[in-house]
């Protein structure tokens, strides 16, 4: 459900006479349809973004340079961003009323306080989830996130900081494993997802990821030359996290270097003769995309714990954190 009464007042209120428009992939089927109705009904020039989309964290900054406003759809802000971007909610029209019911039985008997989390696509749902849980004798928590969260009970693919670390037990409402799963590892605890696209409920299981990654790190200790990958994108960009690995793995007596590019590729690191990688760019490449990369790629933790710095007790997945 995406409300262009937003795009309309703001192009209004800033006098815009260029608009830029971003989507997902999964909202780019609606961008010609949208793109034609703002330059209708405003009279503004109207560009699309072609380049990739992967969250707030990716912006198109070139883009930006030659227009008033840029509409940035279906995410929320990371932390503080050009006034130049606007974000723009999208709602799913879904009900999770009928999914909910059904995780409210995959709890364990013994839970009370459960942590309820979600996407932005349902965060307009989340009182008729707590409703189900308190109808059914549970005590739903929604937490406040980090800086680089938006709104209570929202999570990221990179950030679980609203999983109140106190609840028993977590409900996970959306589509995908990877956010319940980064939230069952964050937190240590039982996570029940309910997707209302599928109408499933289940319990998720974080053991194969950890297996994976597991997997990762034992064909990374003995290694020698790390490239260490930093994103220009303005929400993965963490130089100052690259530079400290850099340190570790010189005085672990091996050899790395940072390269710095916008997105991430594995046929950019052909030819180069490193032995493994470590990404501090979006924490999903290491995790989604990590075998076609041909050597291990790691996430910081697992760099740590490559490093001996690091018990693998302490796993856990890398997260994008902004401070408060």
Request: proline share 5%.
């Amino acid at each position: 459900m995406v409300g262009l009464e937003r795009v309309f007042d703001v192009i209004r209120e800033r006098g815009a006479r260029a608009v830029g428009l971003q989507f997902p992939e999964g909202l780019m089927r609606y961008a010609i349809d949208i793109s034609r109705l703002v330059g209708d009904l405003s009279g503004a020039e109207v560009f699309i973004s072609g380049d990739s989309c992967f969250g707030a964290c990716d912006m198109d900054l070139r883009l930006l340079e030659f227009v008033d406003v840029l509409f940035h759809f279906a995410h929320t802000p990371m932390g503080s961003v050009d006034p130049k971007v606007v974000f723009v909610e999208v709602s799913s029209k879904l009900s999770v009323v009928p999914v909910v019911k059904s995780a409210v039985s995959l709890f364990s008997g013994s839970v009370s306080r459960v942590g309820v989390v979600t996407t932005v696509q349902h965060l307009h749902t989340l009182g008729e989830v707590c409703w189900v849980l308190e109808s059914s004798g549970l005590d739903p928590v929604v937490g406040v996130g980090d800086g680089c969260i938006a709104h209570p009970g929202q999570v990221l693919g990179c950030n679980f900081s609203t999983a109140a670390a106190e609840c028993d037990e977590y409900l996970f409402v959306g589509s995908g494993r990877f956010h319940p799963i980064g939230v069952a590892i964050a937190r240590r605890r039982r996570v029940v997802a309910a997707d209302p696209y599928t109408g499933r409920a289940f319990v998720v299981d974080p053991e194969p990821i950890i297996r994976k990654r597991c997997g990762v790190v034992a064909r990374a200790l003995d290694t020698e030359s790390f490239g260490i990958i930093v994103s220009s994108k303005p929400g993965q960009e963490r130089l100052g996290l690259a530079r400290e690995l850099l340190g570790l793995v010189e005085e672990h007596g091996k050899r790395g270097v940072i390269m710095v590019m916008d997105v991430v590729k594995p046929d950019q690191f052909l030819g180069l003769g490193l032995d493994a990688l470590v990404s501090t760019a979006c924490p999903r490449i290491a995790v989604d995309d990590g075998e076609s990369f041909g050597v291990p790629i790691l996430t910081p933790v697992e760099l740590e714990i490559v490093l001996g710095l690091r018990e693998w007790e302490d796993f856990r997945l890398d997260e994008i954190t902004c401070g408060r």
